[in-house]
């Protein structure tokens, strides 16, 4: 599609009811991949160009902090699958309007907490096509190029029975972030890579260095007020108040 300004609209959403907490808010159940079709909020990140004219409601992030580094690895070859993930083209971060806003505030509090230092973004809106990429990936056991990097210690079959690939996805809804903590010199060390699936990437894993833990008690300490982390994933955080709240519990990629 080309960058001409875009007719879009958000999808209508019914009211309805929350279900009881349950004991991992987190975990997806059977009813998650329904669910997460009724509540994809924008098209494609690549029929949204910066450019376009945004759905009501959906904004790019560097127009709400240009200071937040923006570095979205699945519109490159960095990441589990070793290659562009379908559905990711521009290097832009697409978020509704309350999540950028509350990583603007996080922003603030990280250059009070620790001056120097900044929030770098990895993913933002992820479309459902990319969810399926993901899904699709994990069914071909001949495609283990980047298995030694991000999952060095678990097949593809284990990745599925451990919902790190799952058929939906909590970013479908325009309000996860995935990001780290970056100082002058580069990325802080947090004892794992982002989208690393194994017991190291959860958030409270004992056994990472002392720095490696502050480290990642500082993202913690800026972001938690206004998002919540999915503790199996340190960098992985939902927006308490979503604007579109899924109908069961939410997905945790």
């Known amino acids: 599609m080309g960058r001409g300004t875009l007719t879009l609209s958000l ?18 159940d059977a009813g998650a991949a329904r669910d997460a079709a ?16 945004l759905p009501a409601g959906i904004v790019d992030l560097a127009d709400i902090d240009p200071s937040i580094k923006v570095e979205m ?19 832009v971060c697409y978020l ?19 001056p120097g230092h ?8 992820r479309p459902q096509r990319a969810v399926d990429d993901f899904v699709a990936w994990a069914a071909d056991p001949a495609d283990v190029m980047a298995k030694a990097t991000f999952y060095p210690d678990l097949t593809k079959p284990e990745l599925i029975r451990q919902n790190y690939i799952a058929p939906s996805s909590g970013h479908t809804r325009g309000s996860s972030v995935d990001l780290t903590v970056v100082a002058a010199a580069g990325a802080l060390d947090v004892g794992s890579s982002i989208d690393f699936f194994g017991e190291r990437s959860h958030t409270a894993f004992a056994g990472i260095s002392a720095e490696q833990r502050a480290a990642r008690d ?3 300490e800026v972001m938690t007020p206004a998002f919540r982390n999915y503790p199996k994933e340190w960098w992985h955080f939902v927006l308490r108040d979503e604007p579109t709240p899924p109908r069961r519990s939410p997905d945790p990629r």
């Open 38 to 53: 009724a509540v994809v909020v924008v098209p494609p990140v690549e029929d949204l160009e910066p450019a376009a004219v």
């Open 73 to 91: 690895m699945y519109a490159t070859a960095d990441n589990f699958l070793g290659r562009p993930v379908a559905g990711y083209r521009d290097n």
């Open 118 to 125: 900044g929030l770098l973004v990895r993913d933002c809106y």
């Open 218 to 220: 500082l993202l913690l």
């Open 11 to 28: 999808v209508s959403l019914l009211a309805c009811s929350k279900p009881p907490r349950r004991a991992d808010p987190d975990a997806p």
């Open 96 to 114: 509704t309007t309350e999540a950028a806003l509350a990583l603007r505030e996080a922003q603030a509090r990280l250059q009070v907490r620790a």
